[in-house]
Nanobody
Framework: QVQLVESGGGLVQAGGSLRLSCAGS????????MSWFRQAPGKEREFVAG????????WYGRSVQGRFIIDRNYAESAVTLQMNDLKVEDTAVYYC???????????????WGQGTQVTVSS
């Protein structure tokens, strides 16, 4: 069974940091693009960050550029998202996704995690 499982969400004050992790199992996720998306209440799911299979190429959404860092942990088949200088508007459910045909297009991803809540208070 193919699974992506996120962890690390929680409540943090504005200006603080959180680190999310996504562990994959059931197939070799080390050879595919993996990404993070987020969805706030009443809004569409939006692309946050992505990383290619080598780990040398990363992409970021405009609103998180310079604050968030995506990385891979091949030993654990995991991808992490270090979130710094968090803002109230970063509050959302964060989802891990893998194996897309188009990086920022939700519908083209083959695999999704269940999501983890991140809440940033003012």
């Amino acid at each position: 069974q193919v699974q992506l499982v996120e962890s690390g969400g929680g409540l943090v004050q504005a200006g603080g940091s959180l680190r999310l992790s996504c562990a994959g199992s059931g197939r070799p996720f080390s050879r595919t693009v993996m990404s993070w998306f987020r969805q706030a209440p009443g809004k569409e799911r939006e692309f946050v960050a992505g990383i290619n299979w080598t780990g040398f190429t990363t992409w970021y959404g405009r609103s998180v550029q310079g604050r968030f860092i995506i990385d891979r942990n091949y030993a654990e088949s995991a991808v992490t998202l270090q979130m710094n200088d968090l803002k109230v508007e970063d509050t959302a459910v964060y989802y891990c996704a893998a194996n897309p045909k188009s990086l920022t297009t939700v519908a083209t991803y083959d695999y999704w995690g269940q999501g983890t809540q991140v809440t940033v208070s003012s």
